[in-house]
């Protein structure tokens, strides 16, 4: 069975405090892998697709790395703006339904 | 990326009652997806919704509960039918980008059954 694991649940960070977030899948044939990142009271926000291992994106101050069995996405120096829930997803061979994680709800305080 | 909305963005209704949610996107695409976020868990795919044809539902989740419709290639409506508290939860329609895969969500219809 397809399946999506993050970690830790939540994390408290200060300000500058860089970090990382795990996601662990489990998939038949991955197409893609996907993060999101989600506001209190909003849709989530796409942020990357990663589709093979070995692969790597950034944005500002966000660096999403993947594996055969894992992807990390990497936070250098938070800022409390960056305080959200990040959801990871995969994408099957079917090509369609994205199977998520619970999240990672982040706090990034001054 | 596609902009989409959704109406209503918030309701609080009765159980017995049903209520249809919209999604609105800016440009043609292909599948949309309605998808359901109850508190503390992950967001789970009800069905794929393409245009000219029959929704497709994921294991779990039946017509009769979910009808869904799909007019035309902007547009898609979600309906919970005979709702009880245990509908409770965030509504997100989602599209399919175009190029690398991507999938784009709308801000969400947050329904309260009482």
């Known amino acids: 069975e397809d399946q999506v694991t993050q970690s830790p649940e939540a994390l408290r960070l200060q300000e500058g405090e860089s970090s990382s977030l795990n996601c662990s899948y489990t998939?038949?044939?991955?197409?893609?892998l996907f993060w999101y990142r989600q506001d209190p009271g909003k849709g989530p926000e796409f942020l990357f697709t990663l589709y093979s291992a070995g692969e790597e994106k950034e944005k500002e101050r966000l660096k999403a790395t993947l594996t055969k069995k894992e992807s990390f996405l990497h936070i250098t120096a938070p800022k409390p703006e960056d305080s959200a829930t990040y959801l990871c997803a995969v994408q099957g061979p079917a090509g369609t339904a994205l199977i998520f994680g619970k999240g990672t709800t982040l706090s990034v305080s001054s | 990326s596609a902009v989409i909305s959704q109406k209503p963005s918030r309701d609080i209704c009765q159980r017995g009652t049903s209520l249809t949610i919209q999604c609105q996107v800016d440009s043609q695409v292909t599948m949309m997806f309605w998808y359901r976020q109850q508190p503390g868990q992950s967001l789970t795919l009800i069905a794929t919704?393409?245009?000219?044809?029959?929704?497709?539902?994921e294991s779990g989740f039946v017509i009769d509960k979910f009808p869904i419709s799909r007019p035309n290639l902007t547009f898609s409506t979600l309906t919970v039918s005979n709702m009880s508290p245990e509908d409770s939860s965030i509504y997100l329609c989602?599209?399919?980008?175009?190029?690398?895969?991507?999938?784009?969500f709308g801000p969400g219809t947050r329904l309260l059954v009482l």
């Open positions: 989602s599209v399919k980008g175009v190029g690398p895969e991507t999938q784009y």
């Open positions: 998939v038949s044939g991955l197409r893609g």
């Open positions: 919704a393409n245009q000219g044809s029959e929704a497709t539902y």
